[in-house]
């Protein structure tokens, strides 16, 4: 459930996060101004935290008078959206926008202008400009609304979810949210659920290798691609939280219901990119086939959640009152459907639709990462071999408490930290900045569209030192500084969003990620590609699955 467009950019509010936006507001530029003799503070302060500066971050872009540089002199890619909508037609930059966003920073620099369509955004790639934003994203932060997903809400009367609502309307849902998927209560209880489903996947995977694989008895090996049993498990996890039962995807014939749910989010991810470059609702009058395949996709998936949620609320509704209190002071976790139909402090629509949210961004959103971690630790052995033997160690000393064996392990927080690196989920994180603010020494007025684009910045030698090498030990407490080259560094690691909007499934997703790489770094595996080619759809995949292959210890 990683932040994404799909990777849901909502998430906890803490105390520290309001005093310092609050903060941020007291000390902002004054807006009668924009001349660098009313900035200079704010400048200075910036200069201060930085301890080696780079050339892009910190490139000076000022007119001759000394006053910050007007909103259209900002370096822009066409003015016509139309023009340029053909072109990335043309061009296919829609697979590839993660790779035009990196060759135009490369040619414009580390600020710009994009008209694609109806879609406009200044985008950003500098830790200081990413802090600078988040700075003035207010109490309410406003990010990109997918409006075909908004529109498929509307046109099926359904109630729209955290993750298309904005204003107090949202915040209050969200808050409500929180308690149950990201606070530290919430994980201790559906720790134990994910470590379940890791354990059980490790052990069809093992399974299958003896009745499969080639070798001898005890040593046999086996390739396979392993991304349609990843998508199973990323399912079966987030079932297993959701609605505290499990859904059976890991026997020999899983249910035809479930691959259609995984083939409609495929289906969903693959439209939406398209759509929010063209008038969709004009799409949806003429019956256009590609609105069609995305309306299409998300009854798919709203369809499967409602069974899931039906079945839920007959259990949970039949059990007598005395029996279900029994349970939840027994310590038996109900999932966050039951936790909150008990509660009662949402209405039942509220529930299906922050449900079936969080169903559709938790399956490709963990899966995919998981295909290029396994990709990753395969060609770089040596690194693979250090997590093993932390976690042996970890695993020993946990007595089989799941928490205590991911705390006792941090070189898997730091692989999937590395991982969502350099292949993360969503490309972007965005905000509409609450007032007017300075970026790069341009002015970017309030309610601008702005985004920061994650493959770039974690691919950028100007941020990260040797940033293609995979060294999860570079995100460790000891080795805090190492490969920090950008000033507001604070801002490097976005795969989850920031502050109020980051992902709601944040915990679920990092906890089942961790659990599963803990759980196979039991196994050897290898690849056999040494290099993979990605894709953008909704999200950044592997163009073709890597091979991996797998042998017992």
């Not at 035009?100 to 414009?108: G, I, K, N, P, S």
């Not at 169903?359 to 060609?379: C, I, K, W, Y």
Request: hydrophobic content about 40%.
């Amino acid at each position: 459930m990683v932040t994404s467009p799909l990777h849901h950019e909502e998430c906890v509010q803490s105390n520290s996060c309001h005093l310092w936006l609050q903060k941020s507001f007291l000390l902002g530029s004054n807006k009668k101004s924009l001349c660098l003799i009313k900035a200079g503070a704010v400048e200075k302060e910036k200069l201060e935290e930085a301890k080696g500066v780079h050339d892009a971050g910190a490139r000076s872009r000022r007119d001759v008078d000394g006053c910050v540089k007007s909103f259209e002199k900002i370096p822009h890619t066409g003015r016509n959206g139309w023009l340029n909508l053909v072109r990335f037609w043309r061009k296919d930059y829609f697979s590839q926008l993660h790779k035009h966003q990196e060759r135009t920073f490369r040619d414009l620099g580390p600020i710009y202008r994009e008209h694609v369509g109806s879609h406009k955004s200044v985008n950003i790639m500098m830790p200081v400009d990413i802090g600078e934003l988040f700075r003035a994203e207010g109490l309410h932060p406003q990010r990109m609304t997918l409006q075909p997903w908004a529109t498929h809400r509307e046109t099926r009367k359904h109630s729209k979810g955290v993750f298309l609502k904005n204003g107090e309307e949202w915040r209050a849902d969200r808050l409500l949210l929180n308690k149950e998927v990201m606070m530290s209560a919430a994980v201790k209880r559906f720790l134990p659920l994910l470590d379940e489903v890791a354990k059980d996947f490790c052990q069809m995977l093992q399974a299958r290798v003896d009745r499969e694989g080639r070798g001898k008895e005890g040593k046999r090996s086996l390739t396979i691609d392993p991304s349609p049993d990843l998508f199973r498990f990323a399912l079966e996890a987030s079932c297993h939280v959701l609605y505290g039962e499990r859904i059976g995807l890991f026997s020999s014939t899983p249910s035809m219901e479930s691959q259609k749910f995984i083939w409609a989010v495929e289906q969903m991810l693959a439209t939406t990119p398209p759509l929010l470059y063209l008038p969709h609702r004009l799409l949806l009058h003429i019956g256009a086939p590609l609105w069609t395949q995305h309306a299409t996709a998300w009854d798919h998936i709203f369809s499967h959640a409602e069974a899931r949620i039906q079945r839920g609320y007959q259990r949970l509704s039949s059990l007598p009152r005395s029996v279900s209190e029994a349970r939840a002071a027994g310590g038996q976790y109900t999932g966050v459907l039951g936790q909150l139909m008990e509660k009662g402090q949402l209405s039942l629509d509220l529930i299906k639709a922050n449900i079936t949210e969080l169903m559709a961004g938790g399956v490709d959103t963990t899966a995919v990462p998981l295909q290029f971690a396994l990709f990753e630790l395969g060609r770089n052995p040596q690194v693979q071999e250090e997590i093993r033997q932390q976690v042996m160690a970890s695993w020993a000393s946990a007595a089989g408490d799941p928490q205590k064996a991911l705390q006792g392990a941090p070189l898997l927080k730091g692989t999937i930290n590395v991982i969502l690196r350099l292949y993360p989920v969503g490309i972007t994180v965005q905000r509409m900045p609450v007032k007017d603010i300075v970026l790069q020494n341009y002015h970017i007025p309030a309610g601008t569209m702005v985004q920061a684009c994650l493959y770039p910045l974690g691919r950028s030698s100007q941020v990260f030192q040797n940033p293609h090498i995979f060294d999860p030990r570079r995100w460790g407490s000891s080795s805090r500084d190492d490969g920090q080259k950008a000033e507001g560094s604070g801002f490097r690691s976005l795969a989850f969003g920031f502050g109020a909007r980051q992902c709601v499934g944040r915990r679920i997703a990092e906890n089942e990620m961790q659990l599963f790489l803990m759980h196979v770094s039991f196994r050897k595996f290898y690849r056999f590609e040494s290099d993979i080619k990605t894709k953008y759809t909704l999200i950044l995949l592997p163009e073709s699955p890597p091979k991996i292959t797998f042998r017992k210890l």
